[in-house]
């Protein structure tokens, strides 16, 4: 791997730039690895890289139906939290946190984590009192939550407009959490496959798994492929909005639902919006991408699909609150929207977690809130993975808790009504 | 947004309708006698496919009423609306051209308690 540096920088450029090398592999299905990663999304490459890089399992594949980055990856709003209200949920995603902070000089890849501060709004005496109890749990836990006036709320993000005589909904406070922020999401898929690749994963692309095949045992042996058979032992499904079709490959039914989610951008404008603001109760949910675009995250649509889509009204929604709470935007025009497919659990918390089956180890769930644990997902699944039992974080996280009625019910958790 | 039809008052927009989850979902008769597995699979799992999905809608702006629908998830198209009570539509393979069944006033107002719901 060529290492970016400074110099490097300089070296190259004084060469104009025609010396980079591709920054990985772009191998070719080996007849049997020792453990397969079905999704080339920032979780299934951030499990490979932590196989290879903690647990020492440098034979791994990591299967992409499309290529790297082409899904969920690319269609998110790349908002990174950790101020959930249960203490596995606030673990959970707290240790993804941890690994954000120095995810760039981990990778030697800019993944541009920004911690700018995520800023929950709220807007009646209920808002009030829920936000102010998980702040309260949040530091219980170890996790940074603060409680802003509205006036504070005002000095954190200059646009929001507080002058509740011109809104149906004021701002009455909002819940600070300042190591939350965003990342570049292109980035991050990039920076985890081009580290995984040196040290000697493979990542596949254009390659769709078609079957999950097992033994007389029950066992996992390998996968069918477009692109032929593979042998192993050891497989991660991390399919986010397709994993229900590819469980049920080894015959495993999960409990999840698959939505589009919408999100949207506007025109690039010069820096304005300095942090993340979300509001629950109106849903708006907005922030400004280093390229100067006001990133905005939309709604589920009510119905199970895989289109990719969603309906115009759910984008439209979301517009209402937003120029409300930014009246200065108004005037915006949005580039593009689109959607993408989460799947979601009936208690809204993810499954990390080994399956009934062999062999077979399962990250999905993730709903709406899916990048923000990206590298803490990988490196969960990793260890589940190699040692075959999970880390006592992602331990509560499994698929017989709604068997056994052990839910953690974070349905509340996002600005995205679910 | 979609074209729904409701099978009691007809065409309408999606706006006017709550999607209501999977259908024929079946409640335990004798619910003391069902194990916790199945209890897990009734409340939780769902099927969830790339493909035809039969679910539950209601015309809450419209007739109020519950119907049944099977969609195409892949591209969101409706192959066919019928009442509750009615068998699932067989609307594999090339039958998956069927369109939404015609309008008419039989059984207006019924509402069948046999068979699946």
New interface residues.
């Given amino acids: 791997m060529q290492r970016f540096s400074g110099f490097q920088l300089v070296a190259k450029a004084l060469k104009s730039n025609r010396e980079w090398r591709s920054q990985w592999r772009d191998a070719a299905p080996k007849a049997e690895y020792d453990a397969v990663i079905i999704g080339g999304g920032g979780h299934g490459l951030a499990a490979a890289y932590y196989l290879a890089k903690e647990h020492g399992i440098t034979n791994v594949a990591v299967l992409e139906k499309g290529w790297i980055g082409g899904g969920n990856t690319g269609r998110n709003t790349t908002i990174i939290r950790s101020n959930y209200l249960f203490e596995e949920s606030a673990a959970l995603y707290d240790h993804a946190v941890k690994l954000w902070e120095g995810l760039s000089q981990d990778l030697n890849y800019n993944v541009m984590y920004s911690a700018r501060g995520v800023l929950m709004l709220a807007h009646n005496i209920h808002d009030v009192q829920v936000f102010k109890r998980h702040v309260h749990a949040n530091r219980l836990a170890g996790v940074d939550n603060e409680w802003l006036s509205a006036q504070e709320c005002q000095e954190f993000c200059p646009p929001l407009n507080i002058d509740a005589s011109t809104m149906r909904y004021p701002v009455l406070g909002g819940a600070l959490q300042r190591r939350g922020g965003t990342a570049r999401h292109d980035a991050v898929a990039w920076g985890y496959a081009r580290a995984a690749s040196d040290r000697g994963v493979d990542i596949i692309q254009n390659c769709e798994v078609t079957a999950i095949e097992r033994d007389a045992s029950g066992a996992v042996t390998g996968v069918q492929t477009s692109r032929g058979p593979i042998r192993t032992r050891k497989i991660g499904v991390s399919a986010a909005g397709n994993s229900s079709v590819v469980m049920s490959m080894a015959g495993v039914r999960m409990p999840l639902e698959s939505y589009p989610l919408q999100a949207l951008v506007s025109e690039p404008i010069k820096p304005i919006f300095p942090c993340v603001v979300m509001s629950n109760t109106i849903h708006a949910y907005i922030s400004q991408s280093d390229k100067g675009e006001l990133v905005i995250g939309a709604g589920t649509d009510a119905y199970t699909s895989y289109t990719q889509r969603g309906g115009l009204h759910i984008a439209n929604h979301t517009l209402d609150a937003i120029c409300e709470l930014f009246p200065q935007f108004r005037r915006m025009r949005m580039l593009r929207n689109w959607g993408g497919i989460v799947d979601v659990t009936p208690d809204r918390s993810p499954i990390i977690a080994k399956t009934p089956v062999k062999g077979l180890y399962v990250n999905c769930g993730w709903g709406t809130g899916g990048f923000k644990a990206t590298p803490g997902a990988g490196n969960l699944l990793a260890h589940t993975i190699a040692r075959d039992e999970p880390h006592p974080i992602n331990a509560p996280f499994t698929i017989e808790r709604f068997r056994d009625g052990v839910l953690i019910d974070e349905a509340a958790a996002a600005a995205v009504a679910h | 947004?979609?074209l729904i039809h409701c099978p009691y008052c007809g065409p309408r927009s999606?706006?006017e309708f709550?999607?209501a989850?999977e259908a024929h979902v079946v409640r335990a008769e004798t619910p003391s006698e069902v194990g916790?597995?199945d209890w897990?699979?009734f409340?939780?799992?769902?099927?969830?496919?790339?493909g035809l999905?039969a679910?539950r809608w209601r015309h809450i702006h419209g007739c109020a009423r519950f119907f049944n629908a099977v969609?195409d998830?892949?591209?969101?198209s409706f192959k066919a609306t019928y009442k509750v009570g009615e068998a699932r539509p067989q609307l594999e393979g090339a039958a998956v051209e069927a369109q939404a069944p015609a309008l008419s006033g039989d059984n207006l107002g019924t509402w069948s308690t046999e068979g699946e719901r």
């Fill in positions: 947004m979609l999606e706006l709550r999607y989850g916790t597995d897990t699979d409340l939780y799992h769902r099927s969830n496919p790339r999905h679910e969609r998830t892949r591209d969101d």
